[in-house]
């Protein structure tokens, strides 16, 4: 199976609050789009390995995803070693998306860092030839994804581009709380200590962000993306009536 797009996340959630609507754009145009959470989020105050797995399928549900898998690695520990970059290579040469997404490089989050620099990694050497690496049916070729974008989390940075998700804001939200046990929800039984994230106004600041990004663009609601690199812009777009 190809798919279009890969999002690599540290733990399940972080792709939805980073970039939930900008997916559910994706799947409601029809493209085959994978998200590979590295951990279980087992660290997490609120939640467990069991819990958050739930969550993440009815979250998948929601955004329509065509591919959904945790690795399992140590949460708390995901940082660029030989072992997880031949594994993410291994994924990014049986899927071959055309453009992979990952946390940005400056984080909060340690682990967010980390999964990071470990995708930088990844990217580069699943086009290396002499990178061997196997699967079911044997040796792979190598392949690399025309472009790496970085989604944001908690801190921000200079957006590259921004995508409006004004229409996709709602189902953003409704993959976000199927996280039950990690976000404030009126409508649900949480249980645990309060988090950084748990607080009702953690919720307020990601409807205020992506508002903000949204204005940005002259939309309603905006996620923005950063690229290391140069991006052509085709100026038609802007000539047929874009904005």
């Given at each position: ?241 874009g904005k």
């Amino acid at each position: 199976m190809k798919l279009d797009v890969m999002i690599f996340a540290a733990h399940p959630d972080d792709a939805e609050l980073g970039m939930g609507g900008t997916i559910a754009n994706l799947t409601s145009e029809g493209k085959k789009v994978g998200v590979i959470d590295l951990s279980a989020g087992e660290l997490g105050s609120r939640g467990n390995a069991g819990t958050r797995n739930k969550e993440a399928a009815e979250a998948t549900k929601i955004l329509n995803l065509t591919y959904r898998e945790n690795l399992g690695f140590a949460d708390g520990n995901l940082r660029p070693n030989l072992e997880y970059r031949k594994i993410i290579v291994s994924l990014i040469r049986k899927y071959k998306p055309g453009i992979i997404f990952a946390p940005y490089n400056n984080d909060r989050h340690p682990d967010h860092i980390g999964v990071s620099m470990l995708i930088k990694e990844a990217m580069f050497f699943s086009g290396v030839t002499k990178y061997e690496t196997e699967d079911d049916e044997g040796l792979q070729k190598a392949y690399r994804p025309k472009k790496l974008f970085y989604f944001m989390q908690t801190y921000e940075f200079p957006p590259t581009f921004i995508i409006d998700i004004s229409n996709t804001f709602k189902q953003k939200m409704d993959a976000v709380f199927a996280f039950n046990t990690q976000f404030h929800n009126p409508n649900a039984e949480n249980e645990g200590p309060e988090t950084f994230i748990s607080s009702p106004e953690f919720i307020k600041f990601l409807e205020a962000r992506a508002k903000y990004f949204g204005f940005k663009i002259g939309k309603e609601y905006g996620e923005a993306f950063y690229c290391e690199e140069l991006i052509e812009y085709d100026l038609n777009y802007l000539l047929e009536g874009g904005k």
